[in-house]
């Protein structure tokens, strides 16, 4: 989830500031703070950091040097606990912004209708692991159902397990996005890695499709490649579309997360990347060890604002580690990795003083 409130009212002052205005600091931090919920947003729950696959464009392939973590299931129910979704008026006034402000409108298929129209309304749970490893991953989800808070996760099919997916979307799984590079074989493990496929992985994601079919489940399936910026890419997306045409799913290509670990050139065409970073003040990130970070890019976890273990959301969200790194954002603190790394503008590169 995102904080649509805070996106509604922060819209018109940060594309003015976008298109060339400047203000003095005094003023954004006031801005900004009054624009901010106090009650805690959570944009992700990594549940896990365990993963088989070697993905290319990874950074736990090459940088991740934290230890691989599964979170218990009392501290997941802790975190949730804490949690209560957007009320069904709050979602259609964003809709209808949405509609107004970009342009896109509900029925769309596109990166950046994924991130106006799903990501606000469900709590991701993934992170820099792959959840299909997760063997809480249905209870969780119904624990998630039964409060009211919409689920999603994105995976690599290649570690689909059909009594544990099952299961999931008997219990309510909003969303489940399946990652594929290629319709080669040979391919798509260049990219992810020898334990991933395309072939198996397919037939596994037919298979489901004719379930959810029968059974009438609710689970929207997703079909992403992620923009690489190969030669090869743009024909082999159009061959994945031909894969699953007809099909009852979501295809979308992806622009790759910002470049704290390459740069490989690409140009986003993604509104989150385009805009300049909100992180701070929108959303929070939840770790498989159960510690907060800035957001669900640091993935060696360098940056980190409170324990869910011994604090609550409430506290975190509200406390001075939390204050100082909003501060940080304006001041373009160097030595951290949002200032020095992150290919996100931040906020301090507005100011008129």
């Given amino acids: 989830m995102i904080d649509i409130e805070f996106y509604m009212k922060a819209f018109e ?31 992700n729950i990594e549940t896990t950091n365990a993963c088989n696959m070697r993905c290319e464009m990874c950074p736990r392939t090459t940088m991740m040097t934290r230890p691989v973590e599964t979170m218990a299931p009392e501290l997941f129910r802790k975190v949730i606990d804490q949690l209560k979704p957007f009320t069904p008026e709050q979602l259609d006034r964003w809709e209808k912004f949405v509609v107004k402000n970009y342009g896109i409108g509900k029925d769309d298929m596109s990166e950046n209708h994924y991130f106006l129209y799903v990501i606000p309304r469900v709590i991701v749970l993934h992170g820099y692991g792959d959840p299909l490893l997760d063997k809480n991953m249905p209870q969780y ?20 397990n059909m009594e544990r997916t099952i299961e999931t979307f008997e219990n309510g799984l909003g969303y489940v996005k399946y990652s ?25 994601i037919l298979k489901l499709l004719d379930l959810k079919a029968q059974r009438n489940y609710k689970t929207e399936i997703v079909i992403t490649m992620i923009n690489l910026n190969k030669p090869w890419q743009e024909d082999e997306f159009e061959r994945l579309k031909e894969a699953f045409d007809g099909c009852d799913v979501y295809v979308y290509l992806k622009s790759q997360d910002q470049m704290w670990y390459e740069d490989n050139q690409q140009q986003t065409q993604s509104i989150h990347w385009m805009e300049f970073c909100q992180f701070p003040w929108t959303s929070m990130t939840v770790k498989s060890n159960g ?30 580690k939390y204050a100082d790194f909003r ?13 020095e790394q992150c290919d996100m503008t931040l906020i301090g590169s507005f100011l008129s003083n």
């Fill in 327 to 339: 501060k940080a954002h304006f001041d373009l603190k160097p030595g951290i990795k949002c200032t």
């Fill in 180 to 204: 594929i590079e290629s319709v080669d074989d040979l391919r798509h493990k260049e990219v992810r890695g020898q334990a991933s496929n395309f072939t198996e992985s397919y037939k596994n």
């Fill in 13 to 43: 002052l940060k594309y003015r500031l976008m298109n060339g205005e400047r203000l003095p600091r005094e003023v954004l931090e006031q801005q900004y703070e009054s624009f901010r919920s106090k009650e805690p947003v959570i944009y």
């Fill in 291 to 320: 510690e907060c970070a800035e957001c669900v890019e640091d993935f060696n976890n360098e940056i980190i604002l409170g324990d869910t273990h011994t604090e609550s959301l409430y506290d975190i969200w509200n406390g001075q």
């Fill in 141 to 160: 989800v119904k624990w998630m159902t039964e409060k009211g808070l919409e689920s999603y996760f994105s995976c690599n099919p290649a570690n689909i």
